[in-house]
């Protein structure tokens, strides 16, 4: 069955409508065909309720590539994020960080940090809500408080079962996180140590002009 969405931009004061098979997953596939995608088929999903809808499609790209990150709130694009997106970026971690821990994958002294898991990550997350407020009159940004702990919750359910029911792909999302963590602590270390450098020579040069 074919499905349309319609998204208005107030900034042109024009309508753009897409149609794809699927809804999200398409239209992110689409977007990634030159790539290299984990997993192969996005992670997707739908969450309804009277009061609010969240629907998402996302991926990885381990070696790199033109990424897409597009947030909507009833169909409005949030170019700046916010609360929703908030949420699903504390979902994803909780989920991914626990999958690791019960399996026993991380290596000692690492523990995965959010720019780990969002580095490569392509995605199209659209929230639909009863009365969002958002930040400024361009509506860029949603600010909606309680909407991070609703995504959150809804996300980190959701890829928890996706990651046990698809264990060689969480798996290599893992190593694809742990590998990202490890040379965020290998620079960090670099920097540190260039920054002890420095400060041990400016202690040196003020010893010496104190002795003159």
Known sequence: MEDSQSVFDEHTNQTEEWYFEDGLRDYLMESSSNYTTLPED????KSSTNSESVEWAIQW???GGETIQESY???IPTTQGGTHINGM?????????EFCELRSLLPRGVKLAPEDIWDRVSFVLSVKLTDPQFSGQTKDRLSSREVAGIVSGILKDAFSLWLNQHVQDGESLATLFIQSAQRRLKAGKKNYSKKSHARSCTSR???RLLEC
């Open 89 to 97: 970026r504390s979902g994803i971690l909780e989920a991914i960080r």
């Open 61 to 63: 790209m381990p070696d």
């Open 42 to 45: 996005p992670f997707i999903g």
């Open 205 to 207: 040069k003020v010893s």
């Open 73 to 75: 709130v009833n169909l």
